[in-house]
Structures are given as C-alpha cells and as structure tokens.
C-alpha cells in the first residue's frame, strides 16, 4: 500500500460545482497534513494546513479523519482559476522530517 | 518575510555533461533544505534532504549528489548526465522543528539531450 494515496482524476466539473477530493495516508503516526495546488509547470504551493477540527478558507474546506486515515478537500462554487493539481501532503511521525506527497489529483473547471 | 531562489529556470543539456543547480534561503536561519524531481506527469521524487550544513542524506541511488556549503545554499550536482535526469527540479525548505509547511522555489526544467 502506498503511503499517500490519491484519486489523479481529472475531475471535470463546470464552473460552479462543487468538488471533493480524499486522500488516505498508512502511517497512522502522522502528525500534520496539507493540501498544496500545483498548476502546470509551476512549483507546488501550500493551498491550506488540515486540523484535527477541520478548517475552512473561503471556498476551500479541509477535513481530518484520523481514525479512518484520510483527509479531504471540498471547494465550493468552482471557478475557472481552480484548475489545477492538488497535491496531498503528510508529514511527521517518529520525528521524521520527510513529508510524504501524494502523486496528486486533477482539476478541470470548464465554463 | 522568507523567499527561495533557484537557478536557472531552465537548461538544456547534453548527455554526458556536468550539472550544478543552486537553491538560495533568504529570510530564515537553520532551515531544513530539500531537492525533489517531478518527471513529466509524475509526482514528486525527494531526492535529498539537509538538516544543517555539510549534512545530506539521500532518499534514491542516482548519478546526482548534494552539497550544502552554507545555511542557506543547497547545490544539486551531477558529474555526467543521462537522459533519465530530465525533468523537473524543485528546491524546498522548512522550518527545522520537521512538521511544518515546506515552501517550494520556482523550479528548473531540465532537457537532457
């Protein structure tokens, strides 16, 4: 079993939707968690952190189940600008400075 | 507030010649550094990671080597190329404490010809 496991889509949804993304991780000694957007041939950046009581930033809802290990995304009222990658990050556990990245899930908002 | 450059954004290479790509921190101090390739369509590979300087641990047997001179300076070598080096280079740190966010610099494309 992968360590960070992830949908590679594409979802393509029309402008407004709205979209979910899971991402399940094995080490259950996981201490953080991360979502990062990548757009096509740029570097990945850190979208929003993920709580244990879940958080929310706009459109964008970050979800943690610990006990089923996954984590999710919801975007709301997709819009064009949403297209992109989004990249699963899990990091921690046994002091280990290695986050674990998952191969990532594709967006694709069309009009 | 922190920044981090990487140069150059892309190079076009023959197969067989040396590679020196830089990674430069601004605005911390004792950061954890990091290289990552992503192959076209690909997730990201970690290559190396540095806790401090003169300290490097590789995740994959390669033909590629780190170096980590100064703090804030992470250098990506190779003494010869392949074709499989193509692809994309990304440079990363994070605060030392190992949990937090890591922040990415643009990226070098790399062709190897």
């Known amino acids: 079993r992968k360590e960070v496991e992830q949908d590679p889509g594409p979802f393509n949804v029309p402008e407004g939707a709205t979209v979910a993304f899971n991402c399940t991780y094995s080490?259950?000694?996981?201490?953080?968690f991360f979502w990062y957007r990548q757009d096509c041939r740029k570097e990945p950046k850190l979208l929003m952190s993920v709580y244990s009581s879940g958080n929310e930033d706009g459109r964008f809802t970050a979800q943690l189940n610990r006990a089923s290990q996954y984590i999710s995304l919801l975007i709301r009222d997709s819009k064009l600008s949403d297209s992109a990658t989004y990249l699963c990050v899990v990091n921690g556990g046994g002091g280990s400075y290695i986050p674990t990245f998952g191969r990532g899930t594709s967006l694709i908002v069309h009009p | 507030s922190q920044t981090i450059h990487q140069w150059p954004a892309t190079l076009v290479q023959p197969v067989g010649s040396p590679l020196s790509l830089e990674c430069t921190v601004e605005?911390?101090?004792?950061?954890?550094l990091y290289w990552y390739r992503q192959a076209a369509g690909r997730g990201l590979q970690l290559l190396f990671y540095s806790v401090g300087i003169g300290q490097i641990s590789s995740e994959v047997p390669q033909n590629l080597s780190a170096s980590r001179p100064q703090d804030r300076q992470f250098i990506l070598s190779s003494k010869k190329l392949l074709l499989s080096d193509s692809g994309f280079y990304l440079c990363?740190?994070?605060?030392?404490?190992?949990?937090?966010?890591?922040?990415f610099g643009p990226g070098t494309r790399l062709l190897v010809l």
């Open positions: 605005g911390t101090s004792n950061p954890n």
């Open positions: 080490n259950s000694a996981s201490q953080s």
């Open positions: 990363a740190w994070s605060a030392h404490s190992g949990r937090e966010t890591q922040y």
